[in-house]
């Protein structure tokens, strides 16, 4: 199996009455770009701020490196990135000073400060006050404060907010490079899944508090292949007949659907379908992008 | 078990902070209350040592505004950074608990009203001998006194500090304290109350005995100044360690 390092069972945060988040069972490997997914409002920042141990859960745990994060936070913390919500900065000190108070509280070498400034290409700008810094900037500064210990996770709370395109390139380009050169393991959030789809191995949705999908990219893509749905009579009998003659469909809201194939193929499923004595009603092919399964799989939630 | 105060944690404190200033505080607070202490001529009463008559007349008003005016802006200037860009988040993921970061910024208050009590000291001995005082200089007295105030200081301190932690804005803390600061002239008149006031504490610790001042009783000030002390701190920390961020 392999190792897990951030694990919550029913983690549940209630405001009021209201659970922000409820009943989230995280899983995260490992050496993954976990992508953390979600609207805005649907209890991103609040899980990620649970994990740090920011805000305590009305109910469930969170274990990372297979500790629990209440009873041993600050071994946790020591090896643990973060970015939450909008980036920190002490804006009457350089971007290097503002490092170096974090470093100074971690106990960390001149080294590690140089490094992480490399990182996000800050050195130029290093000596220069931080409240003259373009938001790009101030949030470069908050990645490389999250690398400064060279962590072994990384969390990231939306970083290409307010973010220019080459800005989002360029964390873009970090984020994928950091799990090869150094073993970091990562959860990125954001509510864009364009952004997700390019770095992430696995991807988790959360709305309305709830964790509606967790699966790597590759069984997410899957899902985006699209399908045939065919509009029959006696759907049922239907799917069991075309399964006695070696075909593989699958009923979805009375319909007899099929993953996307040749279009011969079309034709003599039909032909069986006339030759069984079926009705056919319609046809229909649906192509389906990422966008459109998060749009699905969060609509869903609506209506119920 | 933790320390209560993580060294690595404190001097990071050290490096946020803008001197320039804090400097500025702590030469005009002193400054003015000597000019108002030796620029009003008074009639000295008879055999006083003039040392301590002058140090009263600049420490009455010290005490009463300057003084814990000086606390409350100081303890809204170590909470000021985090405040501005949300830091509290950032700290909080550090491997520090919250209670060493609570202790760290109450060791940091305590450390620049003691340099002011310092300021306050120097700055009276120099003026005190460009004015040409010429009675033995009473020592022991001074220093005890200036120890004494910053000591009966330190409730204030863990007030104004837990409303500067809990408050996000920067002048509500400072507003109430000015509030405060007012009814410290009739508290101060009655010792039993002011005993228990923290903007009096300070005051009645360590105004020299002068005919302005309504004797007290030291064992009353010590038992108010402990207990407020005490309350405050644990209070003030306990909402701070337990509120999510």
Same mark, same amino acid.
């Given at each position: 199996?392999?190792?897990?390092? =951030?694990?919550?069972?029913?983690?549940?945060?209630?405001?009021?009455?209201?659970?922000?988040?409820?009943?989230?069972?995280?899983?995260?490997?490992?050496?993954?770009?976990?992508?953390?997914?979600?609207?805005?409002?649907?209890?991103?920042?609040?899980?990620?701020?649970?994990?740090?141990?920011?805000?305590?859960?009305?109910?469930?745990?969170?274990?990372?490196?297979?500790?629990?994060?209440?009873?041993?936070?600050?071994?946790?913390?020591?090896?643990?990135?973060?970015?939450?919500?909008?980036?920190?900065?002490?804006?009457?000190?350089?971007?290097?000073?503002?490092?170096?108070?974090?470093?100074?509280?971690?106990?960390?070498?001149?080294?590690?400060?140089?490094?992480?400034?490399?990182?996000?290409?800050?050195?130029?700008?290093?000596?220069?006050?931080?409240?003259?810094?373009?938001?790009?900037?101030?949030?470069?500064?908050?990645?490389?404060?999250?690398?400064?210990?060279?962590?072994?996770?990384?969390?990231?709370?939306?970083?290409?907010?307010?973010?220019?395109?080459?800005?989002?390139?360029?964390?873009?380009?970090?984020?994928?490079?950091?799990?090869?050169?150094?073993?970091?393991?990562?959860? =990125?959030? &954001?509510?864009?899944?364009?952004?997700?789809?390019?770095?992430?191995? &696995?991807?988790?949705?959360?709305?309305?508090?709830?964790?509606?999908?967790?699966?790597?990219?590759?069984?997410?893509?899957?899902?985006?292949?699209?399908?045939?749905?065919?509009?029959?009579?006696?759907?049922?009998?239907?799917?069991?007949?075309?399964? &006695?003659?070696?075909?593989?469909?699958?009923?979805?809201?009375?319909?007899?659907?099929?993953?996307?194939?040749?279009?011969?193929?079309?034709?003599?499923?039909?032909?069986?379908?006339?030759?069984?004595?079926?009705?056919?009603?319609?046809?229909?092919?649906?192509?389906?992008?990422?966008?459109?399964?998060?749009?699905?799989?969060?609509?869903?939630?609506?209506?119920? | 078990?933790?320390?209560?105060?993580?060294?690595?944690?404190?001097?990071?404190?050290?490096?946020?902070?803008?001197?320039?200033?804090?400097?500025?505080?702590?030469?005009?607070? #002193?400054?003015?209350?000597?000019?108002?202490?030796?620029?009003?001529?008074?009639?000295?009463?008879?055999?006083?040592?003039?040392?301590?008559?002058?140090?009263?007349?600049?420490?009455?008003?010290?005490?009463?505004?300057?003084?814990?005016?000086?606390?409350?802006?100081?303890?809204?200037?170590?909470?000021?950074?985090?405040?501005?860009?949300?830091?509290?988040?950032?700290?909080?993921?550090? #491997?520090?608990?919250?209670?060493?970061?609570?202790?760290?910024?109450?060791?940091?208050?305590?450390?620049?009203?003691?340099?002011?009590?310092?300021? /306050? /000291?120097?700055?009276?001995?120099?003026?005190?001998?460009?004015?040409?005082?010429?009675?033995?200089? #009473?020592?022991?007295?001074?220093?005890?006194?200036?120890?004494?105030?910053?000591?009966?200081? /330190?409730?204030?301190?863990? /007030?104004?500090?837990?409303?500067?932690?809990?408050?996000?804005?920067?002048?509500?803390?400072?507003?109430?304290?000015?509030?405060?600061?007012?009814?410290?002239?009739?508290?101060?008149?009655?010792?039993?109350?002011?005993?228990?006031?923290?903007?009096?504490?300070?005051?009645?610790?360590?105004?020299?005995?002068?005919?302005?001042?309504?004797?007290?009783?030291?064992?009353?000030?010590?038992?108010?100044?402990?207990?407020?002390?005490?309350?405050?701190?644990?209070?003030?920390?306990?909402?701070?360690?337990?509120?999510?961020?």
């Amino acid at each position: 199996m392999t190792e897990m390092i =951030i694990q919550t069972e029913r983690l549940t945060k209630k405001y009021g009455g209201h659970a922000s988040v409820n009943n989230v069972n995280l899983q995260v490997a490992k050496g993954e770009v976990y992508g953390f997914l979600g609207p805005n409002g649907a209890g991103k920042t609040t899980t990620i701020k649970m994990l740090l141990g920011l805000a305590k859960p009305t109910k469930g745990s969170v274990t990372i490196f297979g500790r629990d994060i209440q009873e041993d936070r600050k071994n946790i913390l020591r090896q643990v990135g973060s970015l939450v919500e909008s980036p920190t900065y002490y804006g009457h000190l350089s971007g290097r000073d503002n490092l170096k108070v974090i470093a100074q509280v971690l106990g960390l070498p001149k080294k590690n400060i140089e490094e992480a400034l490399q990182m996000v290409r800050l050195t130029k700008d290093a000596d220069r006050l931080v409240k003259g810094y373009s938001l790009g900037m101030k949030q470069r500064l908050g990645i490389a404060v999250a690398l400064l210990a060279k962590p072994q996770l990384l969390i990231l709370d939306e970083p290409t907010n307010g973010l220019d395109p080459a800005g989002i390139r360029e964390i873009r380009e970090l984020i994928s490079r950091l799990p090869e050169e150094q073993g970091v393991t990562i959860l =990125i959030s &954001s509510h864009l899944l364009s952004e997700i789809e390019q770095v992430a191995t &696995s991807v988790g949705i959360i709305f309305r508090g709830q964790l509606i999908f967790q699966d790597s990219l590759e069984v997410l893509k899957q899902r985006a292949k699209g399908r045939i749905e065919l509009e029959v009579s006696r759907p049922t009998e239907a799917k069991n007949y075309l399964e &006695s003659l070696g075909w593989q469909p699958f009923i979805d809201e009375e319909r007899v659907c099929f993953t996307p194939m040749a279009r011969e193929k079309v034709a003599d499923v039909v032909e069986n379908l006339v030759r069984g004595d079926f009705s056919v009603y319609g046809m229909n092919k649906i192509s389906q992008s990422l966008e459109n399964i998060f749009i699905e799989l969060t609509g869903k939630e609506q209506s119920l | 078990m933790e320390s209560l105060v993580s060294l690595r944690y404190l001097r990071s404190e050290f490096y946020k902070i803008r001197w320039s200033m804090i400097i500025g505080i702590l030469l005009l607070g #002193p400054a003015i209350s000597l000019w108002i202490g030796f620029g009003n001529p008074t009639e000295m009463s008879e055999g006083a040592n003039d040392w301590l008559w002058f140090f009263s007349l600049t420490v009455h008003k010290y005490t009463m505004f300057f003084y814990p005016l000086i606390v409350g802006v100081f303890a809204a200037f170590v909470c000021r950074y985090e405040h501005l860009a949300n830091g509290w988040k950032q700290i909080f993921c550090l #491997p520090v608990s919250r209670f060493q970061i609570y202790s760290s910024k109450f060791l940091l208050v305590s450390l620049l009203t003691l340099l002011t009590q310092l300021c /306050l /000291l120097s700055g009276f001995l120099i003026v005190g001998t460009i004015y040409g005082l010429n009675d033995p200089l #009473p020592w022991s007295i001074l220093i005890t006194k200036v120890i004494k105030g910053w000591l009966a200081s /330190l409730p204030l301190m863990a /007030l104004m500090l837990g409303c500067s932690l809990l408050w996000k804005n920067f002048a509500t803390p400072l507003t109430l304290n000015v509030v405060f600061i007012l009814p410290s002239m009739i508290m101060t008149g009655s010792g039993l109350l002011g005993s228990w006031y923290p903007w009096s504490q300070p005051f009645l610790a360590m105004m020299p005995k002068h005919e302005w001042v309504t004797s007290i009783n030291p064992f009353m000030l010590f038992m108010g100044i402990l207990s407020t002390f005490i309350l405050f701190v644990v209070s003030t920390s306990t909402i701070f360690i337990k509120r999510d961020y």
